[in-house]
């Protein structure tokens, strides 16, 4: 079965900081990786996805993630920290091990200190 | 274009009640999924949907059934609540297995 990772429940950072978001997932073969927010109150949404390709992946709001197949790791982030940025993030998983039904690790809350 | 609706958006039980939450997705999506959200424990899967007329189970289907009689739809029956099912419950859709997901904006649900 596929699992994913996210070191952190809670990340703090202070505005205009680098944001650094770890995920690592367990897969032999490459799969497909997701980054989703959640605002308060809200539903999640795609932050940016890694299916084939470079393995450098930019998405919306300024974040990027890197796909390390070595590392098993999908880490976010972001140059510079803005206070809108406060809100759940999960990283996700899906075609591991046969099955593409997407895994979601336990999320990491960002704090933006002023 | 509404994308993925949820109904209601609160709802409060008392043990032993039944509710049927219900999604509706606009965008023709063959895959639904409800998930639970608890404090610490991330987002789990608990039933699915690969196209109409089907279901499978998640990882924490207990205590829970689910309908997907028309395509748009995807309903979550509690047919008799415990507090432990206290959540808020997400629905979200697909175009295919690994595509991206969407999701709609969740219920809170309170049994007491």
């Known amino acids: 079965a596929q699992s994913v990772t996210q070191l952190g429940s809670h990340v703090s950072v202070s505005e205009g900081a680098l944001v650094l978001l770890r995920c690592n997932y367990s897969s032999s073969v490459p799969p497909y990786l997701f980054w989703y927010v959640q605002y308060p109150n809200q539903g999640l949404q795609l932050l940016l996805k890694?299916?084939?390709?470079?393995?450098l992946v930019k998405g919306i709001n300024g974040f990027e993630a890197e796909f390390k197949k070595s590392e098993t790791s999908f880490h976010l982030t972001k140059p510079s920290a803005h206070m809108s940025d406060a809100a759940e993030y999960f990283c996700?998983?899906?075609?591991?091990?046969?099955?593409?039904?997407?895994?979601f690790g336990r999320g990491t809350s960002l704090i933006i200190h002023p | 274009n509404a994308g993925v609706t949820q109904t209601p958006k609160f709802r409060v039980l008392k043990t032993g009640q039944s509710m049927t939450l219900l999604c509706a997705q606009d965008m023709n999506h063959e895959y639904m999924y409800w998930y639970r959200q608890d404090p610490g424990m991330g987002l789990r899967l608990i039933h699915y949907?690969?196209?109409?007329?089907?279901?499978a189970k998640g990882e924490v289907p207990d205590g829970y059934n689910v309908s997907r009689l028309k395509k748009q739809n995807f309903l979550l029956g509690l047919e008799s609540a415990a507090p432990s099912q206290t959540s808020v419950y997400f629905c979200?859709?697909?175009?295919?297995?690994?595509?991206?997901?969407?999701f709609g904006p969740g219920t809170r649900l309170l049994v007491l």
């Open positions: 890694y299916t084939t390709g470079a393995t």
């Open positions: 979200a859709s697909s175009y295919s297995q690994a595509g991206t997901q969407y």
């Open positions: 949907s690969v196209g109409e007329g089907t279901t």
């Open positions: 996700a998983v899906s075609g591991s091990g046969g099955s593409y039904i997407p895994t």
